[in-house]
């Protein structure tokens, strides 16, 4: 069984959208963890560079539409969770 949650990442006062970005991913990738990083997993991003990348799409985002955002929602992270079976046998 599974569980699923997907979280809202919010920009902190008194720092930059790249500086926030790093501090959430950082935290989410934590080696304590998530078993020295084996639990981290991507898509369409690499888990390295994940905050530089956010940061590029959201400035191409803006370059190609003009808008800017409205909220301070800067990512969404998804995480799931799994029984261990065998911690429970």
Do not use: W
């Amino acid at each position: 069984m599974a569980a699923t949650r997907i979280i809202k990442m919010h920009i902190n006062k008194g720092k930059t959208v790249a500086q926030c970005l790093a501090d959430r991913t950082d935290y989410a990738k934590n080696p304590d963890k998530t078993d020295n990083g084996q639990l981290v997993s991507s898509y369409e991003c690499n888990p390295d560079t994940v905050d530089a990348e956010f940061a590029l799409s959201k400035r191409e985002y803006f370059q190609i539409t003009g808008r800017t955002q409205e909220n301070d929602i800067i990512a969404y992270q998804v995480r799931q969770s799994f029984v261990n079976r065998l911690a429970n046998s």
